[in-house]
């Protein structure tokens, strides 16, 4: 199990990395929510580029020093691009981020998640029904029958009964994985961390998970998933509680979030409330 002090250390140093190199995280994402991703990325100190051909996803892997792979709202051309993007990635040796947003909606959607397990992301973001049906899905933990556990884009289950499938699903990938919820949870399946903080109007406000989602991508082209994944949640968190306190309706707290994430210090960041736990 990791030690916390250690793991502040690391995190305080890739915010500040963050900050002084504007890294390129490239993204291939949902496109209700495709301005808070690339706004997002900007205010913690990266650089945002969104794209849907598969040859520009293959450039954006030589480009940048990551990638973020989004779900939501696909198109016929993703049948091609999602998979090409990541097995570059895995090639190339970047990582990348996969958020498996309505998993169990359609048979696309299913076809190219299962597809995508073989290319190993760095790390995996969802809610608690979403974890566990990829789990299931890709065989780790549970059944292929945890589809139907997920409801659209929202949680039917709870942080804690995803830990399991988050746990295996980071022992396969090697990476870390994302469980969004009123604490978040962080595992690379050796330790786990419990990340506090955060808003109710975070759930009031489309597009949080997936603004998330592109983030980790910017902390993981500067440090190893774990550390990527906690520095990514705690500056979300971090953000939200000072938000929640400027602004008390949701689209003046989506304002107030994204300058929160732009004044956040690394050692703001690295300090937010955490527990660290065994997995």
């Known amino acids: ?18 900050r002084a190199n504007n890294p390129l995280a490239g993204s ?7 301005d808070f991703v690339a706004n997002a990325q900007l205010a913690v100190g990266g650089s945002a580029a969104m794209v849907y051909l598969p ?6 892997v030589a480009a940048g020093g990551a990638v ?13 691009t ?11 040796g970047k990582p990348w981020v996969l958020d498996p947003v309505g998993i169990g909606i359609g048979s696309l959607r299913t076809k190219l998640l299962s597809e995508l397990k073989q290319h190993k992301p760095a790390i995996v973001r969802g809610n ?3 974890i566990i049906a990829l789990a299931g899905l890709w065989g780790l933990e549970g059944t292929a029958d945890d589809l139907s556990r997920a409801r659209g884009v929202d949680t039917a289950d709870t942080v804690e009964a995803a830990r399991a499938a988050a746990v295996a699903l980071a022992r396969y990938t090697e990476g870390a994985v994302v469980i969004s919820g009123e604490s978040d949870l962080v595992t690379d399946g050796h330790s786990v961390v419990i990340s506090h903080g955060g808003s109710a109007l975070m759930g009031k406000v489309t597009g949080f998970g997936c ?21 990514a949640v705690n500056h979300y968190n971090l953000a939200g509680v000072a938000a929640a306190a400027a602004a008390d309706a949701p689209a003046s707290f989506k304002v107030a979030f994204i300058d929160e994430l732009f004044r956040a210090t690394p050692e703001a960041v690295a300090g937010n409330s955490i527990e660290i736990q065994e997995a």
Request: net charge negative.
């Open 68 to 80: 973020y792979l989004n779900m939501g709202t696909l198109f016929p051309i993703y049948e091609e």
């Open 55 to 60: 040859d520009e996803g293959e450039t954006l």
């Open 28 to 34: 291939i994402t949902n496109t209700v929510t495709i």
């Open 128 to 130: 608690a029904s979403e």
């Open 82 to 92: 999602i998979p090409r993007t990541a097995a570059a990635a895995q090639a190339a």
């Open 211 to 231: 603004s998330q989602g592109g983030v980790l991508a910017v902390y993981a082209t500067q440090t190893d998933p774990f550390t990527a994944a906690v520095a």
């Open 1 to 18: 199990m990791i030690e916390q002090k250690l793991l502040e250390a690391s995190i305080a140093k890739a915010a500040a990395d963050v």
